[in-house]
Each structure stands twice: as C-alpha cells, then as structure tokens.
C-alpha cells in the first residue's frame, strides 16, 4: 500500500513539473533592453533648427541633449528593476551636418558627446571616411581612443588598414565582451557592408574582408569565449542584413545602419532579431529582451510590456543639462568656424539667411527636382561672379543633395530657412585645402562631350540609382531612361549602353535662372568649347565613364582647350581660398530678391520643376533590333526563294 501511494505521489509530482515547465523556464529568464541609433549624421542639435524652442512645444526631433536625456530617464527606470541596458550605434554618427566641419579642426563632437551619454559601443560607417582614413584617425584619436575603448567599444571586425596606417594606432577592435550587471556575457562584432564600401571612394586604402566570413569567424571567436548573446553592430543596410542572419547562424541580434530605415518592428530571419532606427536622432530604437539561459534563446519582450520599437525624440522628452552645455560648446565652436569661413558674412547657425511660404522639394527619385534646380543655379550663377566668365552648365549629384528646404512652420520661424538647415543639405566633403565642403571646379567640354554628359548622367542613374542622378543648370534635355542599356551580357552581367538615350539636347541662352524660353540646340559633332560647373567629386568621376565605355570619353580642359592634368588646378578660388558648393547656395539664397519685408525670399519659380530634365518614353531599341532581325530573316527567306524558283525555272528550259 505504502509502495503504491509513492508511485502515485511520483507521477503527480512528475506531472506537476511537466504542467509548471514554462513558468519555471519564464521565472529564470534574464531581461535586457537595447537602446539603439544609426545614420546619426553629426546632428548634434534637433532639426529643423529654425522650429526649435528650449522652452515651448514644437516639432523638431534629435539632438544629442534630448537623446542623453532620453538614455539617461531609461537606465534609470530599469535600473529600479534591476534590468542592465545596452547603448549602440549602428555608425554613421559623422558627416552631414557642419557639426561634422569640426572634425577638421581637431574635434570630435560626435564620438565625445556618445561616450559621456554612456554607448556601450558603436561600429564604423562609411561617412565616417568622407574626409579620409586619415582625418579619421585624427578624430578617433580627438575622441580619445584607444584609451576610450574602456567607456565605448570602437568596432569594425572587417575592416583592414595597411601596415603603417594611423588607424592601426586608435584601437579598433574585432569583438568585444561585456557582462551584464545580471550576469549575461554579451559579445559584440561590427562589419560595415558591400553597399556602404560601395559609396566610401576616399576610404582608400584601407580595405575591407568580406563580411560573411568575418561574422562566421567572429560569431566562433565569441562563441569560444562562452558569451551567451551574440550582438552584430553593422552599417549594411536591412537588406544586407537579412542576408547576413541567413548565411550566419549564431547572431541573436543585429543593430544595422545605412539604410536610414526607421523598423515599425524586428525583422525576424530565423533566430535573429534585426533593428534599425531611422536616422538623425529623430528616433531611438527600444528593444526589450529575454535571454533564457535554459536553452540559450533570446526573445523580444515589447509586445507583453507594451513598449512601442522605437521612441522619438521630440520637445516632450526635455533635454539633458550637461549634455546639452557640451553641445552649447561645440556649437560656439562652429559660428567662430563658419564667419571665418564666410569671412564675417554668416555668424550663426541658427540665422535667418531666406524665406520661402512653401518647400523646395529633393523629390521626386531619378528625376529634375525643385531643390535640385536651386542648387545647381546657384553654382552656375556663383561661379559666374567668382570667376568672371559665361558659366554654361552647372551639374550636381542627388547623393550629395541630402533633402529639401523646409521653411519654418512655428510662430517664431513661420516661412524662415536658417543657416543650419540649409547648410544640411549641402555641406558633405571637403577640399584639398582641407576645410568643409566639396569646392566647385570650372572646366570646359566641347558641345559633343556635353552630349555624352547627358548620356552619362541618363545611364549612372539608371545603372547605379538615384545617387547618381546628376540635376543640371543652364540646359535642357529630353530622355527615355528606359533606353540607356541596351542588354546585359547573359551570365556576366555586363550592361550594354546604347548612348542614344537623349532625343534632344539644348543650352539655355538667357540671363539668370532658368526662367525663359531662350534655348539653342547642342548639336551632335559641335566642337566649340563650354564652360561647366560641378564640385570635385563628380568632376574626378565623370571621366572614369570614358575609360571604361569609350565611346562616352570626356577630357576636363581649361578655357584654351587644354587637358588638365591636375584637377586640383580647376578649383574656383575666391579670396585666396576654395569656393565651396554650401558657400554658393547659401549665399544665393541670401541674395534672393527682397519681399515687401525687406528680406530675401525664394521665388514661386522653384515650388516646382522648370521642365529642364524632360523623361519621354519611346519605343524601347530592343523592339527595333527584333524589328530588324524579323526584317532580316524575311529578307532572306525572300532571296532563298526566290534564288530557288529561278534554279526550277533553268531546271525546266534546259
């Protein structure tokens, strides 16, 4: 009897564990939360900075006093529940912004102001080589690393400097642990992407591994390690990311960057959990997790708490105080930079420079935009001061026009554009000389190569996307997209380039903006010369087309007709220093005619396109080539018969 009571009690208690398994698996999970942030892009203070007010509610997002504030009202909260929390940056934290001018006067703001906010660590991206590997190293070690690695791990497992190179001396690591105040052992590794290293040309010659195999090797060095969550910091892109949890079992998390996608919620690609968080601080990821260290699993908690993926950073999260002095700081260094600059003629940042009651679009994508017209009038019709000649044509690239003109919208700033927020758009590089922002260059073609020019900027974007579309001033093209490539090369994957995407082709004959009908034709063979306006970059660029595609070759010359060997020797010079493409557009818009106020106001010419890039459709050359077969083997056919009937009618009067 007693033996039977036992094995009773036995199975009731097996059976009571069996029933109570998930509670007890629940009970002994650890939680974590992740903060997270990517494509900061040097915005140190919210935008749109004319909307801003300290004090009253408005609608500008980001800055680093807001996002401190915002980590620091967090940690706090979990830390009353005894739950760690992770700071990450999915890279990109420079350029953009003329906060990111100060990195070449010896600063970092960016990297200093995230270890004082407490990120744990941060991977590098490709904005983070706009002024070189070199310049990079100098802001690293400005940011005070290596020694900084103890506050904020500086990650890039991929990432191969040559022997001898100063970024060998900074102390970029492959991996790094961290251990949780709960006791979880987190390894982290960071890659930047193909498409990243892609739009890094100035990162030379630092070389990148590939970043499958890095994560494999990581993912084993860490796992050797005994870490129990393995974090991948990457600056990808969400496509490459999802790639990369296909191909690399044993990530439980990717932080990513690049893309700029603001994630609704995880993509979850088998066991790994990806994140993204928008860009320029507007928003801050939130990602609540579970590890369970029974089976080793990491899930996301959100949706049982209630917290949404992501928290803007709006008025209503207040601002950090001692954050926000550093930034007060920084931002004292940069009006001293920008009136030296403009000698005297922009002080502030937060200054007024125009006014506009509507916005100056970038969009719509691979097409002629509103802002994409003002920038380039304003290196055409500046460069034309500055050097004292007709400029013809102006060309600037989509990838360097970083967004529209948003006019105030607040009591306080209602129709104002501020110096800040306008530079944004346009301030990316530098020059030779080492100071902000790409500079113009003045060169001449002959009127057949501005034919292939066109040709070039219809087949870049249509190759390469909407980076490469090139906004023009001062001429007028009609082009069918859809006939830039030919066909690809069957398993090589080679396009090839019709040059007959433009049907036509005009220069614009009058004085000013773009404003009139005033229009000749560039005809096919002109041989005169035409003076052209682009910056650095793209006039470094435009000629590699013609090493590769001949038939699109194009050679810079100075107004004689000479090749220019050098382009450092076609820099627009003003004062003695480079002229830069923010230089231009800020001062045109400053110089826009006055409003009945007396200030300088945008005019309704640039509320829409001005039909200068006019995209037709036409039949597809394709469907003529087969015309043509389908005429070739008709003709044939033709022949074969009829060389056959007169072999019959010979046959019949022999």
């Known amino acids: 009897m007693r033996k039977l009571i036992a094995l009773l009690l036995t199975f009731v208690i097996a059976f009571g564990l069996i029933g109570n398994f998930d509670a007890f698996a629940e009970a002994e999970e650890l939680y974590f939360t992740i903060l997270h942030t990517n494509d900061e892009h040097s915005a140190l203070v919210p935008s749109p900075l004319v909307d801003y007010h300290p004090e009253q509610d408005n609608p500008s997002l980001g800055g680093f006093a807001r996002l401190a504030q915002a980590v620091a009202d ?12 992770l700071l990450l940056s999915g890279g990109d934290y420079l350029g953009g912004s003329p906060f990111a001018w100060l990195a070449l006067n010896g600063l970092a703001p960016e990297l200093s102001l995230m270890q004082e906010i407490g990120y ?15 310049v990079l190293a100098q802001y690293l070690k400005a940011a005070g690393y290596p020694e900084a690695n103890a506050r904020t791990a500086l990650l890039a497992s991929n990432t191969l400097p040559p022997a001898g190179h100063p970024l060998n001396d900074v102390g970029i690591q492959k991996t790094f642990v961290q251990e949780l105040e709960n006791g979880i ?51 990808s892109g969400e496509d490459e990311d999802v790639i990369l949890a296909q191909e690399v079992p044993g990530i439980d998390v990717i932080v990513g960057g690049h893309s700029h996608t603001l994630l609704s919620e995880p993509i979850i690609e088998g066991e790994t959990i990806i994140v993204q968080a928008g860009e320029l601080l507007r928003e801050m990821g939130y990602l609540e997790l579970a590890y369970n260290p029974s089976t080793g699993t990491v899930r996301i908690r959100n949706q049982e708490t209630g917290s949404p993926h992501s928290l803007p950073l709006g008025h209503h999260v207040g601002e950090h105080p001692e954050i926000g002095a550093r930034v007060a700081e920084y931002t004292a260094h940069l009006n001293a930079l920008i009136a030296e ?35 380039t009038d304003a290196m055409r019709l500046v460069a034309e001061e500055a050097t004292g000649e007709q400029v013809h044509l102006a060309f600037q690239a989509n990838g360097v026009i970083r967004g529209r003109i948003q006019p105030g919208s607040m009591p306080w700033s209602r129709e104002q554009v501020a110096f800040f927020d306008l530079a944004d758009l346009v301030g990316l590089g530098s020059g030779p000389d080492g100071t902000a922002g790409y500079p113009m260059v003045s060169v001449y073609f002959t009127g057949e190569e501005l034919r292939r020019i066109f040709e070039v900027q219809v087949l870049l974007a249509e190759l390469m996307g909407d980076t490469y579309f090139l906004q023009m001033s001062g001429g007028r093209i009609q082009y069918d997209p859809g006939r830039a490539v030919l066909l690809t090369v ?15 082709a005009e ?67 003003r004062d003695g220093s480079e002229l830069k493409v923010w230089q231009a557009v800020l001062e045109f818009a400053a110089a826009q005619p006055l409003d ?18 006019i995209e037709e459709h036409l039949m597809p050359l394709w469907i003529w080539l087969i015309i043509a077969l389908v005429l070739l083997v008709a003709l044939i056919w033709l022949l074969v018969r009829l060389i056959r009937r007169r072999r019959r009618q010979k046959h019949l009067f022999a």
Do not use: C
């Open 74 to 85: 967090i940690r706090t909260a979990k830390a009353e529940e005894g739950e760690p929390v």
């Open 120 to 134: 744990d660590a941060v991977v590098i991206g490709n904005h983070e080589y706009d002024y070189g590997p070199e």
């Open 185 to 235: 052992k987190v390894g982290y590794f960071g890659l930047i992407g193909e498409d990243a290293i892609s739009v890094a040309p100035l990162a030379e010659p630092v070389e990148f591994a590939d970043q499958t195999e890095t994560a494999r090797e990581a993912v084993a060095e860490l796992e050797a390690q005994g870490v129990d969550v393995i974090v991948a910091i990457t600056h």
């Open 341 to 375: 600059m403009s000698n005297g003629r922009f002080q502030d940042i937060s200054e007024t420079v125009v006014w506009s009651d509507f916005e100056v679009n970038n969009r719509p994508r691979l097409q002629e935009s509103p802002f994409g017209n003002f920038v």
């Open 490 to 504: 069957p398993f090589l994957d080679i396009p090839v380039p019709t040059t007959r995407a433009v049907s036509s």
């Open 507 to 573: 220069l614009y004959v009058g004085d000013g903006i773009q404003d009139s009908e005033e229009f000749v034709a560039i005809e096919k063979g002109d041989e005169a010369l035409y003076h052209v306006v682009t910056d650095y970059y793209i006039a470094a660029f435009l000629p590699m087309v013609g090493d590769m595609l001949p038939s699109l070759e194009l050679i810079l010359k100075d107004k004689a007709g000479n090749p220019i060997d050098d382009l450092d020797d076609a820099i627009i010079y």
């Open 596 to 613: 009945d106020q007396g200030n300088p106001r945008i005019p309704e010419y640039y509320a829409a396109t001005a039909d200068r890039l």
